[in-house]
């Protein structure tokens, strides 16, 4: 009987399999707490809104972030976007309740794309760029109208309203500068940033950091960051009345400076030919002190395809005879040396992508010679080739791109050489390229100033160093039973 026990006693099987079963449980346990620990608890979303109100039309955004990772280094990202139907929020000075009224589809739509439990934790902004600008610079209390419209409108929603207002040049062009770089991940790593050119209707910005410019000359052209630990001394300018729609209307006061009846202008298609007004011509503060005297109701508008021509005519539009710094752009503006890579985007992008002219590393020759083969193109055989395009856009890409090119290497100084560092964007990473995207990340604070700390192991490291642990522990576990193993190989089994 005392012999069974100790047979029994000497079996050690048993306990090494319990052993081994404990231990390989532990190990898993270990290691399902190492992965889930650093995981996202559920993915709960945050929400910001805003409403680009430009002068040729008005813009909804819808941005989503991790709730978790709110004020850090989360990416934020677009996940709708709203195109609000008619004009500019400016154009409806004379009714200034249709400003409000307009936006309203595109709110319904978000309240439909933002979940309810959200809504009222949801930052809405808007913000108004150069048209609102001219409104207001020309009539302020129309301008004060359009606003309380449109804030009465959005406060209808349940949106946490944070205010509509007009953005400067400045922040416009900065702005535009930060979400570019945002998205490209430059701010976070810390990477040479690349430049922001921006082209609305009213208005273009310029921004670029450059070796050579620390805001001393000029310094109403300076911008500092410091974002993510790092410090920027960023270079922008915006150009009112430059941008693409007033810079046709300059464009077109040079050619009826003396109120004629007729013109043929070298911009437009052979064969094309409007009657327009000279009212709507000169409607704009940018113009408007230009209408020619005694000038007749209305002018025939008629094309004559010529780039050279039209290229001439549009330099006419700049000014490049006076400059009080070591270097200007046009119209005496400082400008540094140009440097590193840019972003083109708004009309920049929508006219060279047109005439498949995104692709940089085509020489500007060729870039040329298809402008002035595309201009030269009679105005019916363009429609016929293109009929699913909006007359009003078709009738002026020939202008456009004309003015593009004038504008970077006339205006900005773009090289042969430097023309290939542009890049014509939309989007970057599903995120629209604007002024939006950084606003709101600056109202929210999401950038930080300092660079967030970082666990000492990322997080896959973390694991399996838990993972290689276990094991070794659990296999110098094992080792320290060798004399039970050997126990019991030396003893054979007595049954
Ligand atoms: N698909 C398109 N093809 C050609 N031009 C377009 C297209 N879409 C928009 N545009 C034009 O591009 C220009 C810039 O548009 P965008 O919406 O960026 O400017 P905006 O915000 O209205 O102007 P601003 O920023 O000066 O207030 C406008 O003249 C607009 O009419």
Request: proline share 6%; with cysteine.
């Amino acid at each position: 009987m005392s012999a069974q026990r100790e047979m029994k006693e000497k079996n050690p099987w048993p306990v090494t399999i319990i052993i081994i079963v404990i231990g390989v449980i532990a190990i898993v346990a270990l290691v399902t707490v190492a992965v889930l620990q650093n995981m996202p608890l559920s993915q709960k979303y945050k929400y910001g809104i805003v409403l680009d109100a430009g002068s040729s039309h008005t813009a909804l955004y819808i941005y989503e972030w991790p709730a978790e990772k709110d004020n850090n280094t989360g990416r934020v990202e677009q996940t709708h976007s709203c195109k609000v139907k008619g004009p500019g929020i400016s154009s409806y000075a004379s009714d200034p309740w249709k400003a409000g009224e307009s936006l309203k589809e595109c709110m319904k739509e978000a309240e439909m794309k933002v979940p309810g439990k959200r809504h009222h934790e949801t930052p809405l902004y808007l913000g108004a760029t150069a048209g609102m600008r001219l409104l207001n610079m020309e009539n302020g209390s129309a301008s004060d109208q359009v606003f309380q419209a449109v804030e009465g409108a959005l406060q209808k929603f349940p949106f946490s309203f944070q205010g509509a207002r007009i953005l400067s040049g400045q922040e416009e062009g900065a702005f535009g500068w930060v979400t570019v770089n945002y998205l490209d991940d430059r701010l976070k790593q810390g990477l040479e940033t690349t430049g922001a050119l921006d082209l609305g209707g009213a208005s273009t910005q310029i921004s670029f950091v450059s070796s050579n410019y620390n805001g001393s000359e000029s310094p109403s052209n300076s911008v500092t960051f410091r974002l993510y630990g790092n410090n920027y001394n960023l270079y922008t300018h915006s150009f009112l009345c430059y941008g693409k729609d007033q810079a046709m209307k300059l464009m077109l006061a040079q050619q009826t400076k003396s109120g004629p009846e007729t013109i043929l202008d070298p911009c437009f298609h052979p064969g094309y030919n409007e009657t327009k007004s000279y009212s709507d011509l000169y409607n704009s503060p940018c113009v408007s002190n230009r209408k020619p005297q005694g000038a007749p109701a209305t002018f025939t508008h008629m094309g004559r395809g010529n780039f050279q021509q039209c290229q001439e005519v549009v330099k006419k539009v700049f000014d490049f005879t006076s400059c009080k710094y070591s270097q200007c752009s046009f119209n005496g503006v400082f400008q540094p040396l140009l440097q590193g890579p840019f972003g083109a985007f708004s009309a920049y992008y929508f006219v060279m992508n047109f005439l498949n002219l995104t692709n940089t590393s085509i020489p500007l020759d060729a870039v040329r010679q298809k402008i002035k083969d595309y201009c030269a193109t009679p105005w019916k055989q363009v429609m016929a080739q293109h009929p699913d395009v909006k007359v009003n856009y078709l009738q002026e890409y020939c202008f456009g791109a004309t003015y593009i090119l004038t504008l970077l290497t006339e205006g900005y100084n773009f090289t042969s050489e430097s023309y290939s560092n542009i890049k014509f964007i939309k989007k970057i990473k599903g995120s629209d390229a604007g002024w939006t995207l950084g606003y709101m990340l600056n109202l929210t604070n999401m950038i930080p100033a300092e660079a967030p700390d970082t666990p000492p192991l990322p997080h896959a490291g973390y694991v399996s160093i838990v993972t290689l642990m276990a094991i070794l522990l659990f296999i110098l576990f094992l080792v320290s039973l060798r004399p039970l193993w050997r126990r019991c190989s030396k003893h054979p089994r007595i049954i």
